[in-house]
């Protein structure tokens, strides 16, 4: 197995993910799985439908608890949190922690704007004072709200949405959706930020944008991502670091380019029997070599 | 059906004589269809022999009543449904209609109507002639706008399907009845007692029922309403079981006047007033006024609250409000609390008003009538479930008055025993006609630009 790039600027660990099993029953869908996120970067995980992305993602945002294993997230501040013992709603609140779905989960029947409201909800709950000092018309909860305000027009922005604020979530196409819901997960504040398959359904434009907002949101609020992706035209443009996985278990780590010139991954993605995956590695390496020659 | 011709010629035709075409082809099939239903009916002569009795009189007037409903079809109705498409149509494309002045302060027209509305009444009718438009008309509608708005907390904005929603108002009406006639509390004192008391039950329902979802919820909440009652009934003890608690203390003006003939501090003996017990009524007008005032403040206030956002994005998506770190428990119970605690004062406010409460009044019907009424309103809105209340209770209550149908019907006839099956077909049509509910738009709780109505097509129902 290969060696995660060191990378001297930023080798500091986010999310760490130490030996992760998860079965359902008799199906073991993660199997012992280690890698990690390291913080400012964008680490995409790939692998063939079926691998088993979407549940490393529900493990790690508390959607399911693994069989074994732990997952551990080192915030800014040092603070370690043991995900695997959280509950959904915290992994969000204490840890850090947003997500996005493969099939989009707006809000449909709220505005555009009060998607991203709902999403400051923790921060808003505690300036009404529970609600209480709120409804009494106390000036905290007032001048909270100007703030959560400009906050949601700051990654509406970002987004592109501006001029949609006041339209139903529903009402955008399927683009303007995926972008907004990014820019909700974004405004819980995150330090990572996990995206399934946020390319999905786009057209090569809207793709584009996305690349730029995902890159954005690295370099300008030092998030880190975790994302799901199929599209390689994202993936090798704009991770940093790719983690294969092939039915529940990793077969390569590292950077985009070595990860696209890894014999198992050419295999496991052309879809090769074990057994087989001596003989392809042969062949590839004499058509290099050749190619060299 | 009828022959549809698409010819453009056929447009230069008159209205009319397309009208008599069609309800000649529509007297045909009618003749058809019916002669041997209508116009031929068996029956036994006098040797018990099965005849054939001929009703061509009967006959003729099916026949006429399909031809001449084909003709008003096509002539009347038809060019108004066009008529009202294109306009409806041309009104999109154009600017948007600027809202009418009684569309534009439809609140206010609405407090001052109701504020004026005792006077009024008692201006036309006379002291006595006023109590059935203000205690069977004002009061009973009021008691069941506010419970709706209570139940659209739960039901409208959080999305959680109660059907046992009376046993919060029960909770509220023994509460003031038993506290009342026990330890001599006061209406004031016992009124956010009982809304407390109903909260708290509504908490003690929540914590083992908020983890179903959809039917199961409604199935446990159904349960739970019944549990409710059937322990009035049988904790005979406290509640004298079915008998219920009579004799419970009327309000009074915040201890000041009472209502009690034999009290020194009488109201009417205050004043100087003939004696009358509508003074009673007015006043009691005027505090289910105050208390559906209240309700639609806090509800008006949480929704625009984090709170009230969370219920509603609740409502539309749970999981994606956990993955934002909302507690789906304590938002649930939070809504479950609140709902139950408007369903507890209008309990309370309902035993002061009877005198009298048994677990008659709790059953399941008076849960579905609320259900109804917030569905028929339209999910979440105050302005459409506040008309529902009026055209559901108002409407009951106004087939009673339907006397003069005896002249049609005969004497036998009673239109009371027929007002829930004519209440039962007119929500049919209401739901099918506006299958959102009177008012189905949802208005956002903040915007950057303009407010723009959110279309009930976006919104969803809530998965409980």
Redesign the interface.
């Known amino acids: 197995m290969m060696e995660p790039r060191e990378n001297p600027m930023n080798s500091d660990v986010i999310l760490k993910v130490e030996h992760v099993t998860m079965r359902f029953g008799g199906l073991v869908a993660i199997n012992d799985l280690s890698f990690d996120v390291r913080r400012n970067e964008i680490t995409a995980l790939i692998g063939p439908n079926g691998a088993g992305k979407t549940t490393v993602f529900n493990c790690v945002?508390g959607?399911y608890r693994p069989t074994m294993g732990r997952i551990l997230m080192t915030q800014k501040s040092g603070k370690v949190c043991h995900l695997e013992r959280m509950t959904?709603?915290?992994?969000?609140?204490e840890a850090k922690v947003?997500?996005t779905?493969q099939n989009i989960?707006?809000?449909?029947?709220?505005?555009v704007?009060?998607n991203l409201?709902?999403?400051?909800?923790?921060t808003?709950?505690r300036a009404?004072g529970y609600?209480v000092l709120?409804?009494l018309g106390f000036k905290g909860y007032r001048n909270a709200?100007v703030a959560a305000?400009e906050k949601a027009?700051l990654w509406?922005e970002r987004a592109d949405l501006?001029?949609r604020?006041?339209?139903?979530?529903?009402?955008l196409s399927y683009g303007a959706q995926r972008r907004l819901e990014i820019a909700?997960?974004m405004c819980?504040d995150p330090e990572l930020l996990c995206l399934d398959e946020p390319a999905a359904g786009l057209n090569p434009r809207e793709s584009l944008e996305l690349n730029k907002l995902l890159r954005a949101i690295r370099d300008d609020t030092g998030t880190s991502l975790l994302l799901i992706e199929h599209d390689m035209s994202v993936v090798m443009e704009i991770s940093d670091h790719v983690v294969v996985l092939e039915y529940g278990t990793k077969i390569s780590d590292g950077t985009p380019d070595e990860v696209k010139n890894d014999p198992k991954v050419i295999a496991a993605y052309l879809g090769v029997d074990d057994e087989e995956v001596d003989e392809v590695l042969d062949e590839i390496t004499h058509a290099t070599d050749e190619a060299q020659a | 059906m009828t022959v549809q011709s698409t010819n453009p010629a056929s447009k230069q035709e008159s209205l009319v004589a397309r009208g008599l075409r069609e309800a000649f082809f529509a007297g045909l099939i009618s003749l058809g269809m019916f002669s041997l239903y209508v116009g031929l009916k068996t029956d036994q002569n006098m040797l018990n022999e099965l005849v054939l009795v001929p009703r061509w009189g009967m006959l003729a007037i099916f026949v006429v009543l399909a031809m001449i409903g084909r003709f008003l079809m096509i002539v009347a109705v038809q060019p108004w449904l066009a008529a009202r498409k294109s306009a409806r149509a041309s009104a999109a494309h154009g600017q948007a209609e600027v809202p009418g002045f009684v569309a534009r302060n439809l609140t206010v027209l609405a407090v001052i109507a109701l504020v004026l509305f005792p006077p009024l009444v008692v201006g036309l009718f006379g002291m006595q002639g006023s109590l059935k438009w203000i205690d069977n008309f004002g009061i009973q509608i009021l008691i069941y706008v506010m419970l709706a708005w209570g139940l659209n907390i739960v039901v409208g904005l959080a999305g959680l399907l109660d059907l046992g929603y009376v046993a919060f108002y029960a909770v509220g009406a023994y509460s003031y009845a038993l506290l009342s006639s026990y330890f001599g509390l006061s209406f004031w004192l016992l009124l956010p007692i009982s809304g407390i008391l109903a909260a708290f039950w509504g908490m003690v329902l929540g914590f083992p029922v908020l983890r179903l979802r959809g039917d199961y919820l409604a199935v446990v909440t159904l349960a739970f309403g019944e549990i409710i009652r059937l322990v009035l009934i049988n904790w005979v003890e406290v509640t004298k079981g079915t008998f219920g608690i009579s004799g419970i203390a009327k309000a009074s003006i915040f201890g000041i006047w009472s209502f009690d003939v034999s009290a020194p501090n009488n109201f009417a003996k205050a004043f100087d007033l003939p004696m009358s017990s509508a003074y009673y009524k007015i006043f009691l007008f005027y505090v289910i006024l105050a208390l559906c005032a209240l309700t639609a403040y806090?509800s008006v206030?949480?929704r625009s609250?984090?709170?009230g956002?969370?219920w509603?994005?609740l409502?539309?998506?749970e999981?994606?409000?956990?993955?934002?770190?909302?507690?789906?428990v304590t938002t649930k119970l939070?809504a479950f609390a609140t709902g139950a605690m408007f369903g507890g004062f209008a309990g309370a406010f309902f035993g002061a008003r009877q005198g009298f409460v048994s677990p008659e009044s709790f059953v399941f019907l008076e849960s579905a009538v609320i259900l109804a009424i917030v569905v028929l309103g339209g999910m979440g809105s105050l302005v459409g479930i506040a008309i529902a209340a009026v055209v559901m209770v108002g409407g009951t209550e106004l087939l009673r008055e339907l006397t003069f149908l005896k002249a049609v019907f005969g004497p036998d006839f009673t239109p009371e025993l027929y007002r829930m099956l004519i209440f039962g077909l007119a929500m049919v049509i209401v739901m099918v006609l506006k299958p959102r509910g009177f008012v189905g738009s949802?208005q956002?709780?903040?915007?950057?630009?303009?407010?723009?109505a959110?279309?009930g097509?976006?919104?969803?129902e809530g998965h409980g």
């Open positions: 945002t959607f959904d709603f915290t992994i969000n609140r947003a997500r779905f989960r707006l809000f449909t029947g709220l505005t704007l009060e409201l709902v999403a400051q909800h923790n808003l709950m009404s609600t709120g409804l709200s305000i027009k509406l501006l001029d604020a006041d339209d139903p979530a529903g009402d909700r997960a819980t | 806090v206030r949480l609250m984090p709170i956002r969370a509603e994005a409502r539309e998506d999981i994606a409000c956990r993955s934002l770190g909302i507690n789906t939070t949802r956002p709780t903040a915007f950057l630009h303009e407010r723009k959110v279309s097509s976006f919104t969803k």
